[in-house]
């Protein structure tokens, strides 16, 4: 059973987070979309400072999303960390859809965000994976997009998107909305496109 609240409050963490933000300069702003269940996407994923600045920002709102991974991460000893910073283990594997997984996950709970990353690496790709995209249109829920920029230091969720199902509108419409967005290392920006399959 998943425990799917998407705020809490933790007082004591989050006076340290907005601390910890004051002190680096960070700042937030956020437009919650009025929507129990999501998909929350994080572009551009360039850097490994983007885990650590975004929980700072997340834990200082008390936003508590959930992400997924893959169920070798929520082994002990770790397994009870992964899962009280919100990891939801997944199969993974030639055996295991896990869009399929993730739609069911949806579809069984009353409030539920899970937070991913299409890039999926913090190197350069060519395009964008798709998971996200799917698992919002089997769950009939909406894409919610955020960012850190690095530039001028601002931590945001912002945009509501209900996928159409035509994806390649739907992606310009995201193409737009990150363009000027600075991550950490811009020369690893991936593209905001489909895999091309000659």
Not at 130 to 154: C, E, M, Q, W
Request: with cysteine.
């Amino acid at each position: 059973m998943i425990h799917s609240p998407v705020f809490q409050r933790r007082p004591v963490l989050q006076t340290f987070c907005r601390l910890l933000m004051r002190l680096s300069g960070w700042k937030v702003t956020v437009d919650f979309p009025d929507a129990p269940k999501y998909v929350l996407i994080f572009a551009h994923h360039t850097s490994n400072w983007d885990f650590p600045i975004g929980l700072m920002i997340v834990l200082a709102i008390g936003f508590w999303p959930h992400w997924i991974g893959k169920a070798s991460l929520f082994k002990p000893p770790f397994g009870p960390l992964m899962r009280w910073l919100g990891g939801i283990p997944v199969e993974r594997g030639a055996r295991h859809n896990v869009v399929d997984q993730v739609v069911t996950m949806f579809n069984t709970q009353p409030a539920l965000v899970v937070a991913m990353t299409p890039e999926g690496t913090r190197s350069k790709t060519e395009y964008w994976k798709t998971g996200f995209y799917h698992i919002a249109r089997g769950a009939n829920v909406p894409i919610v997009l955020s960012y850190l920029d690095y530039k001028r230091k601002i931590g945001a969720i912002g945009l509501k998107l209900m996928p159409t199902g035509d994806i390649e509108a739907d992606l310009a419409v995201i193409r737009e909305f990150y363009s000027d967005v600075t991550g950490k290392h811009p020369e690893r920006h991936g593209e905001i496109q489909l895999r091309v399959i000659e």
